[in-house]
């Protein structure tokens, strides 16, 4: 088996490191990660400024750009083969709900799987790296078990997988979950830079809305550890009809009604 690693939060990030030495143990496994943190990047490319690969003394390869670049790159060049499955993570904190629209991590994972390649991305709930080797640990076993019931190859796939920060012994087993929903966002903070002008950040993910039973959100705050399979197709396949039928009643050559 041969696994791509790659992530959001840098290549020496605590959470890929522990993720390459659980799956090196099991795998063919390459590095090829950002250079700083690009959390919430999505998918971004990098197409209006070179892109340069380094090779630090742990081998892991680093790019200078965001968490797709990363991918990108690998599959188109980098690496000179397909590999069987791209793994991104283990990021600093949940990828939730709204969250994985705008995740980097879930951005990595989801460009290996643009390229016909399974792919998962793995989040700890809480930041800090507390028991990430157990989160390590936790997706190790389940790679192996993806591996054993013969997903990998064929059809891609993309898995979102959030690990509560808890010893693995204490972990409660894994609930295939749809994505909760968050608030909207808190106010932007305002602050004067030292030369009076006012400076923007953006504030902080709003509080769950929907984490009622069967959500990512209710799963981890329960013990679980939790995956929700993605999709990247955005079409409102519910409202086609409703919308083809407004256009139609809207267009000049629809028929009048008699005054």
């Known amino acids: 088996m041969k696994i791509l690693i790659s ?6 990030a605590p959470g890929i490191v522990a993720l390459y030495e659980a799956l090196k143990t099991i795998a063919d496994v390459e590095v090829v990660a950002p250079e700083h943190n690009n959390s919430a990047k999505s998918n971004a490319l990098t197409l209006h400024s070179p892109l340069y690969v380094h090779k630090a003394a742990n081998g892991f390869r680093y790019v200078n750009g965001t968490p797709a670049d990363c991918v990108h790159i690998a599959l188109t060049g980098l690496l000179g083969y397909k590999p069987d499955l791209v793994v991104a993570g283990i990021n600093n904190g949940a990828n939730m709900g709204d969250d994985t629209i705008y995740s980097g991590t879930v951005g990595a994972a989801m ?10 991305a793995f989040s700890q709930v809480d930041k800090g790296w507390g028991e990430i080797d157990a989160a390590a640990a936790k997706a190790r076993e389940f790679v192996l078990q993806l591996e054993a019931a013969k997903h990998l190859g064929g059809v891609p796939w993309l898995l979102n997988v959030n690990i509560p920060n808890m010893p693995l012994e204490a972990l ?8 909760g929903r968050r608030h909207a966002a808190e106010r932007v903070i305002e602050q004067q830079s030292p030369r009076g002008e006012t400076m923007y950040w953006i504030g902080s993910a709003g509080p769950a809305l929907d984490e009622a039973e069967g959500t990512d959100f209710h799963a981890t705050a ?3 550890v939790s995956m929700t399979p993605l999709k990247v197709d955005l079409t409102d396949h519910e409202r086609i009809g409703y919308w083809g039928q407004s256009l139609a009643s809207a267009s000049p050559d629809a028929p009048r009604e008699a005054a």
């Open 7 to 12: 992530n959001d939060d840098g290549y020496q």
């Open 111 to 120: 460009e290996g799987y643009l390229f016909g390649i399974p792919a998962i």
């Open 172 to 179: 409660k087993p894994m609930r295939v979950c749809r994505l």
């Open 222 to 224: 329960h013990g679980h």
